[in-house]
C-alpha cells in the first residue's frame, strides 16, 4: 500500500482516534467485516465518541460483531 504523502509517514489508529475526539466529532465509522479491526477501534474509542457502520454486504458479515457490541453495551449499561 502506497504512503499518502511521501513526506509525512501516516498516523498511528490511535492518533487518528485522538485527532477525531479533538475535532469535536460524535463518532466514526469502520467496516464491520473486519471484526479484529473493529474490536480494537472499539477498545480505543474515547468517551463521548460512538462506532458506527458502514460496507454491510450480508447480515452475516456483521452478526458476530454486533453479538459483541450488544453484549458489550448490555454489561455496561
Known amino acids: 500500500m502506497e504512503l499518502r504523502s511521501a513526506q ?5 489508529l490511535e492518533q487518528n482516534i485522538e485527532k477525531i475526539a479533538q475535532a ?25 465518541l460512538e462506532l458506527g457502520h458502514a460496507t ?3 447480515d ?7 453479538l459483541v457490541e450488544t453484549i458489550r453495551a448490555l454489561r455496561s449499561a
Not at 8 to 12: A, D, V, Y
Not at 27 to 48: Q, T
Open 60 to 66: 452475516r458479515d456483521v452478526a458476530p460483531t454486533l
Open 8 to 12: 509525512h509517514p501516516e498516523l498511528t
Open 56 to 58: 454491510i454486504r450480508v
Open 24 to 48: 469535536g466529532f460524535e463518532g466514526v465509522s469502520a467496516d464491520w467485516r473486519d471484526r479484529k479491526f473493529v474490536e480494537r477501534l472499539s477498545s480505543l474509542l474515547k468517551a463521548g
